[in-house]
């Protein structure tokens, strides 16, 4: 053994080599400490992890069922949204007005075509300013622009187009699945939406346009009993001036007769007497004439004085006869 300076001796006997029991036993409860602590953190560890997971299988379930009830719901709607999408489109092909509105025209049947003319062929209204009055100018109201029926239609058309067959897969088993089925189920909803909006707009709009037909016809029904009431008139007027024509004939041709009756029964009365002459009226069957009465005759000569035998006219008034040789008297 070398001495080492500094250094006590040390025995080096057997005993002195090996460690004591104490030490030992203090060895063995440092490890199994560790082992203890190694196994609590582990144990820490794997719950955590388990846990972890646990919670995450949790999340993934709770997203799935959330996109799936989105889903179920979005594809219980499409059939409903169909439905009454064609409801209302296969209503606006009825020409018939509602008995609410037929109530409000009393002379609807004076018109020939009682119904309306089809919501398709409606027109579309231009937007119109308003104009306030002024000198020389009438007022005038806004009216708000409205696309025509057949575009009303076409809007709906193109919506159920985009829902009709549409549905959302209920398959959900990762969050991606769930996300997915989440953005589809709102896109759906979506185009539910519009399509439901559109045939709202269109129901609203059919039933303006039946109003505003009822008015229509509701004015024809009046401008055509107004018509017909005047033609009543005027065939009054006219059966009237008949009557008054047809009397006036009448009148004349019963004039007429009474003349000819009372010339027939003069010409009876004057054909049973003998035809006379008087003054200036000469009656003759079958007719009468009125003639002027002729100038009286002058009067006869006065007889000549008996002959004296060859003596001649005595007097200043004598007047030789050629023929007889005497002279006669002139007439005073």
């Known amino acids: 053994m070398v001495d080492t300076p500094g250094t006590p001796d040390v025995p080096t006997t057997p005993d002195a080599d090996r460690p004591s029991k104490r030490g030992l036993a203090s060895n063995k409860k440092l490890l199994i400490l560790l082992a203890v602590g190694l196994v609590i953190i582990l144990s820490g560890i794997l719950l955590f992890v388990a846990g972890n997971a646990r919670a995450n299988a949790a999340e993934t379930e709770r997203q799935c069922l959330s996109a799936v009830e989105r889903a179920t719901e979005a594809n219980g709607f499409v059939e409903d949204a169909l439905a009454a999408a064609d409801l209302v489109v296969e209503s606006t ?72 067959g549409a549905s959302v897969s209920v398959e ?24 439901n909006s559109a045939v709202t707009v269109l129901g609203v709009d059919f039933a303006e346009f ?43 041709a019963e004039e007429a007769r009474q003349a000819a009756a009372a010339a027939e029964a003069a010409r009876k009365a004057a054909a049973s007497k003998p035809s006379t002459s008087t003054g200036g009226t000469t009656t003759n069957e079958g007719s009468t004439t009125t003639k002027p009465a002729p100038a009286p005759a002058k009067p006869a000569p006065a007889p000549a004085p008996p002959s004296t035998g060859g003596g001649g006219c005595l007097g200043s008034g004598c007047n030789t006869h050629p023929s007889s040789g005497l002279t006669p008297p002139i007439a005073g």
């Open 93 to 164: 092909t009825v020409t018939e007005l509602p008995a609410d509105i037929l109530a409000g025209i009393p002379d609807l049947a004076v018109l020939a075509e009682q119904g309306t003319t089809a919501y398709a062929e409606r027109p579309a209204v231009e937007t119109v300013a308003a104009v306030e009055a002024s000198e020389g100018v009438e007022a005038i109201e806004a009216v708000e622009a409205r696309p025509s029926g057949a575009e009303r239609l076409t809007v709906v058309a193109d919506a159920r187009a985009k829902v009709a």
């Open 210 to 252: 039946q109003i505003a037909e009822g008015a229509r016809l509701s004015a024809e029904a009046q401008a055509e009993v107004a018509r017909i009431a005047e033609e009543a008139r005027l065939a009054e007027e006219a059966r009237l001036a008949e009557e008054v024509r047809l009397a006036e004939e009448a009148r004349v």
């Open 172 to 195: 959900c088993s990762t969050r991606e699945d769930a996300a997915l089925i989440t953005d589809e189920a709102s896109l759906l909803a979506a185009d539910i939406k519009a399509l």
